[in-house]
């Protein structure tokens, strides 16, 4: 079935280091892919999405590319800052019926901290 | 405030029990989807409402329920809890059931222990 593989974590950086976290999926058709992000004690928030290949979402200088022919949206950001620390998921849609309700369907999430 | 409106924020209830949870999606979203994370599982999805009408289940056990009134809100019924039950539970909203240009709004979710 559709789903999506993250990099295990925990990933620890030190502020300012450059920031990759992998993420992979398996769909059939060509689903929208997703970025959240989990801060402690809050629920996940959008941090960007792409809709079709080749595709790049960005904010808050956080950059995915949609990768049709790695099946891949690897998440990257240039300059980590401390603020950043968090759990990431990665997240594709899926039709839940021909024709109807998608669903999102996440990765096991990626923990990331960043020290100062 | 993402303006997903979910209560209670913490629940401690002891096995056997039944309790409810209460999610009201932001202004104007017609979906509502519940999910359940727990560290082994992930974000699990449970159930899927559009605009009153229940429209896909997931990995929702038969001790649960849930149902989304007129006003839009909706209510997770769990019963017959057990230890395992222990979770987050969000819920999120979307303008539409399609996902493409919305993604999903989360509320910050309901600590479930069950003792």
């Known amino acids: 079935g559709d789903s999506v593989t993250q990099m295990e974590g925990p990933v620890t950086l030190s502020e300012e280091a450059f920031l990759t976290i992998n993420c992979t999926y398996t769909a059939t058709g060509y689903p929208s892919l997703f970025w959240y992000v989990q801060y402690p004690g809050e629920g996940l928030q959008l941090l960007l999405k792409a809709t079709k290949a080749d595709d790049k979402g960005s904010n808050k200088g956080f950059e995915a590319t949609y990768r049709k022919e790695t099946t891949s949206f690897h998440l990257e950001k240039g300059s980590v800052q401390v603020s950043d620390s968090a759990v990431y998921f990665c997240a594709l849609s899926l039709k839940l019926f021909q024709g109807g309700s998608e669903k999102l369907v996440f990765g096991k999430g990626t923990k990331l901290t960043v020290n100062p | 405030d993402s303006g997903v409106t979910q209560t209670p924020k913490h629940l401690i209830t002891a096995t056997g029990q039944r309790v409810t949870l209460r999610c009201s999606p932001r202004s104007g979203d017609l979906s509502v989807y519940w999910y359940q994370q727990s560290l082994d599982q992930g974000l699990q999805f449970l159930i899927q409402?559009?605009?009153?009408?229940?429209?896909a289940k997931g990995n929702i056990l038969e001790r649960f329920s849930a149902q989304q009134f007129p006003d839009l809100h909706s209510e997770l019924n769990l019963s017959s809890l057990e230890l395992g039950d222990s979770a987050l539970y969000f819920c999120a909203s979307s303008p539409t059931d399609r996902l493409a240009n919305y993604g999903y709004t989360f509320g910050s979710g309901t600590r479930l222990t069950v003792v």
């Open positions: 409402y559009y605009n009153g009408e229940e429209r």
